[in-house]
């Protein structure tokens, strides 16, 4: 079971203002599979994910301590720039939330502000194969130019990732991406992931047990700005060592 | 008398209020919910009701019966001196009103004071036949609505009915204001026309403006109609006024918005809106007595020759009153861009320029070009400070450095010369209605494209 470890956090601490919003985190998270963070409402685990590529910057108030190292490089280091570490690790939200552009124009805006496409040509490539991956493509391939907006809740869903992956990230963190959607839309969301996991690190915040049971290979259980437990999904599930874990499981907390 | 009335009217409404919501109690016992309709609204059906007869009865035959009189009065007048023309006969009629209210008549013969007689009572009569009849439909209408109240009365629904109708009435008389303004703009633009035997062309294309220097027995010569000039220059001060105004405008909103820290914002942004409080005609002053002296100077040094009222230093000024507008319209539509179109920018790895350019400026771009426009409109139809520092020749010239006038300032001239107001008036209105015709277009434009790229976001 030695895999490699993409993301280490170190007692991580997070405050909003005077709220200490994350106590102490200590989490690895493996390459190329996919982790769950899953856990009752404001217990932390959204706040968590959005260190992870430091959106929390743009929160004045918030203040982050601890090391959290991606590939061995402490990203809150000085010399880092979270403009550069957020195209390595993409984020896609809870909300789907497709610029106000056509469907081509969405996914081709990170490739064209990080100058990954030399020319027009490479650009339809690139587009064509995030939205490939992102199982979106049959769908829109004859309306590339229609406003992403008037796609339908799952499709923008699915828009936003091919979004996210046609960065090229190595991470890809998910805030809960299934919450504004119908089941057959979260159905294809989360085989989605499941294929994702070949080319890239997936840390996935829900609020569904099932579906952090169906999804994911390790799954960390927050609670109250705590990590209570940490390990391998089927374990979680099936026999967790902490008795919190086991009464939020059970449905007897959160 | 009739204020008093008016007033004993309301009151009289009040009590009927209070009246019919005790009687609204009292007719169930105090088992206030077997009422169909709350005790209030019992007493606000008995207070509409009786106000709305009574004041409508105060308009009505106060109005009505006054012409009446009059009528009356000038037919007994050609009557009893049956070679008077109807000008003299009410001339007399006048006269007469003089005498009975003890003021100056022209003369004050026979037929005079006997009519002054009869206005005197005919009058009386009228005013306490007015004030009797409209009290009388107040209370009756009043005691009609407290009569009718029962447990089954829809005293509710037909409040909210006369409460609906009360509202359209409101809605209508500001539709038919406008309409009315529009309308008289229009025929006063026919008669221009038809004084320069319609040739309009001469009006829209011609390039000497000195209407009032042609009249002849109240013609006007069209080659002298002309306007360009005075679109030229209000085009020129508009342009110079954008060119300030947009730039600062939006690029202050973008800092206000998304760069300044909630401290600076908070003073920063109500020191912008006073600059829309300062009344236009300081700008005016400003612009005339601090800002062209010292362009003329500055010019001067340079070895430029500036008019000391030249188009440069209006547009200027009206840029920087214009300022507030499209910084706090542009500030709030940026604002409202949610925040999770930023989250996903930045999340993908975009700078704050990149975002801002390429994700909210364009989902704000709507509300900017409507503010935009509106500052547009202000500019074309911003008076004060181009009459002050603009200059009145009606010059053509491509030079901003020059005095040009634009059209409202030659509406002004022209109302407030010591021209006869019905041959200057003829322009002043055509003028005018060129103005809100563009305004207009402007505004329908501005719509188009609001509409166009309304609800690409959420």
Redesign the interface.
């Known amino acids: 079971m030695s895999k490699n470890i993409k993301i280490s956090a170190k007692n991580v601490d997070v405050f909003y203002g005077d709220t200490h919003a994350i106590k102490g985190v200590d989490v690895e998270i493996e390459d190329k599979s996919v982790t769950a963070f899953i856990g009752p409402s404001g217990c932390g685990k959204s706040t968590f994910l959005r260190c992870i590529n430091r959106m929390n910057d743009t929160i004045d108030i918030c203040r982050v301590t601890g090391d959290i190292l991606l590939e061995g490089e402490d990203i809150y280091a000085k010399s880092i720039d979270p403009v550069q570490l957020r195209a390595r690790v993409g984020m896609v939200f809870q909300k789907p939330n497709p610029f106000p552009k056509s469907i081509y124009d969405n996914v081709a805006y990170g490739p064209t502000i990080h100058g990954l496409a030399k020319n027009k040509a490479e650009l339809d490539e690139i587009v064509e194969q995030s939205l490939r991956r992102a199982a979106i493509w049959d769908e829109v391939k004859d309306r590339l130019h229609q406003p992403g907006t008037g796609l339908s809740g799952g499709q923008q869903q699915r828009l936003c990732i091919g979004r996210a992956i046609a960065t090229a990230p190595e991470v890809l963190l998910m805030d809960e991406p299934c919450s504004a959607l119908d089941p057959i839309a979260t159905a294809q969301v989360e085989e989605l992931i499941d294929e994702l996991r070949a080319s890239y690190t997936v840390v996935i915040v829900t609020h569904s047990m099932q579906q952090a049971a169906r999804v994911s290979q390790k799954t960390a259980f927050f609670h109250l700005g705590n990590v209570v437990e940490y390990g391998d999904t089927d374990k979680i599930f099936t026999n967790p060592e902490d008795s919190r874990t086991e009464s939020y499981i059970t449905g007897r907390i959160g | 008398m009739l204020t008093v009335t008016f007033f004993a009217i309301l009151a009289l409404a009040l009590a009927f209020y209070l009246v019919g919501r005790s009687r609204a109690v009292s007719v169930v016992g105090g088992e206030v919910h077997q009422l169909h309709s709350r005790p209030n609204f019992h007493g606000t059906l008995a207070m509409m009701l009786s106000a709305i007869c009574g004041i409508l009865a105060l308009l009505v035959i106060g109005t009505a019966w006054g012409a009446y009189i009059e009528r009356s009065l000038l037919a007994d007048i050609m009557a009893a001196q049956p070679d008077l023309t109807p000008i003299e006969a009410e001339l007399v009629l006048s006269d007469a009103h003089a005498l009975a209210s003890g003021g100056i008549a022209s003369r004050s013969d026979a037929l005079r004071i006997a009519m002054a007689e009869q206005v005197t009572s005919k009058g009386a009569l009228h005013q306490w036949g007015t004030i009797a009849v409209s009290l009388g439909l107040t209370v009756l209408a009043g005691l009609w609505a407290i009569a009718k109240i029962a447990p089954e009365w829809r005293a509710r629904n037909r409040s909210e009915t006369i409460v609906r109708r009360v509202l359209m009435l409101t809605a209508i008389i500001a539709v038919l204001t406008t309409v009315g303004i529009v309308m008289s703009l229009i025929f006063e633009t026919i008669n221009f026309f038809d004084n320069i035997d319609w040739q309009i062309h001469k009006f829209l294309f011609g390039t000497t403006w000195s209407p009032l220097s042609g009249v002849q027995a109240g013609k006007l010569d069209p080659d002298k109609v002309g306007a360009i000039p005075l679109f030229a220059g209000t085009l020129m001060i508009t342009v110079i006024a954008m060119l300030v105004a947009v730039p600062i405008g939006l690029l202050s909103a973008i800092y206000l918005s998304d760069f300044a820290?909630?401290r600076v914002r908070a003073w920063a942004k109500p020191m912008l809106e006073l600059l829309a409080g300062i009344p236009t005609v300081v700008y005016g002053f400003f612009a005339a007595i601090t800002l062209a002296p010292f362009i003329r100077n500055s010019g001067e040094a340079i070895g430029l020759t500036i008019a000391s009222e030249s188009a440069l230093a209006a547009g200027i000024v009206m840029g920087i009153m214009i300022i507030p507008f499209i910084s706090s319209l542009s500030d709030d539509v940026i604002n409202a861009v949610?925040q999770?179109?930023?989250?996903?920018?930045?999340?993908?790895?975009?700078?704050k320029g990149?975002t801002i350019r390429?994700?909210v400026l364009?989902?704000a771009l709507p509300g900017i070009v409507s503010a935009v426009l509106l500052g547009v409109s202000r500019a074309v139809g911003e008076t004060m400070i181009v009459v002050m520092a603009a200059g009145q020749g009606a010059n053509l010239t491509a030079n901003p450095l020059e005095a040009v006038t634009t059209v409202t300032v030659q509406i002004v001239m022209l109302i407030t010369g010591d021209t006869e107001a019905s041959t200057a008036a003829g322009p002043a209105f055509t003028l005018g209605f060129t103005l809100f015709c563009v305004t207009l277009l402007m505004n329908i434009a501005a719509q188009r494209v609001v509409h166009k790229?309304r609800?690409?976001?959420?």
């Open positions: 820290s909630a949610p999770s179109l930023r989250d996903g920018s930045y999340g993908l790895g975009a700078t990149e390429q994700v364009p989902a790229y609800e690409l976001y959420d």
